[in-house]
């Protein structure tokens, strides 16, 4: 990754931004011409996966709450590096009353935390932070925690012995490391009759984690569970399991995040369950931080928005459709 990204000239960074935006997603548009509210400017992961779509819709239902102005921006892949940084910097040039970014590779932003600073633009963070010192809080999921939590059940469903493996979507972003290490970390430590014999990547794309998932099936015949880290990874093991035509329940599909198509899988015996978050909560956490340090005061260094196991045994109950989005 050329870092020298971030010495891009203004008008150059929003050009390219604006491009990024046409393959990714935005809604900037006029929404900061408002000068009558407070403006925030949130740069995410992503755009398209319905996550970030819930993301994006916690933070407008606390925008309109508190009176202030959201647009959201995200590129179209999580390996995008490039493109979000170029939309940082737009949204840096912007001059916003404060940013929330997620960052996609957390040593390639720093410079431009460094860029917010000198221009004394308040930074909070969602879902991956940067590491900067700059930044005054993050909301996100105890990642680790709910790694552990995805083991625990494996082991549970495996009967506590097997071969499984670990379809993740990054191993450079802060939630695929800590996912796939919660996960790892707890079968270690609390089950070693289970063995991890694969760890592959698939960049959160369907596709990818797809074909990955079914060269894992075929490269070990006694694979008893597959694990995906994110939304694309874990439904690119749905497919895999449905182009191959193994029978629901013959592997043991664990998940993380929910949406649509996730929920549909484990409705019908493909997944067993899976780790949902709270992307609304995360949303309505970030614009929240935001306007307490527009307001001057400083908001909790790290906000956790919790996380759930769910399956088809509690996708009903109150607490947990209240977590899931389609």
Known sequence: ??????????????????????????????????????????????????????????????????GVTVTFDGPASETEVDSQLQMLQAAIDKKPDAIGYAALDPEACVSLMDAAKTAS??????????NSDYPLSIAKTDSLGAGALAADHMAELIGGKGEVAIVGHSQINSTGVERRDGFVEQMEAEYPDITIVDIQYGDGDHLKSADIAKAMI?????????????????????????????????????GFDSGQAQIDAITNGLMAGAITQNPIGIGEATVQAAFDAINGETPEKVIDTGYFWFDKTNMEDAEIAAVLYK
Not at 121 to 130: E, H, K, L
């Open 1 to 66: 990754m050329k870092k020298n990204i971030v010495f891009l000239a203004a008008a150059a960074a929003i050009s390219l931004a604006l491009a990024g935006c046409s393959a990714g997603g935005s809604d900037a548009g006029d929404a900061a011409a408002d000068t009558d509210k407070p403006y925030i400017a949130l740069v995410s992961k992503g755009f398209q996966h319905q996550f970030w779509q819930a993301v994006k819709s916690g933070a407008e239902s606390k925008a309109a709450e508190l």
């Open 218 to 254: 075929a490269a070990h015949p006694d694979l008893k569970g597959l694990y995906g880290t994110n939304e694309g990874s874990a439904i690119g093991i749905v497919n895999a399991v449905g182009e191959l035509g193994l029978d629901a329940g013959e592997l043991t599909v664990i």
């Open 121 to 130: 633009i308040p930074v909070v963070q969602f879902d991956a932070g940067c």
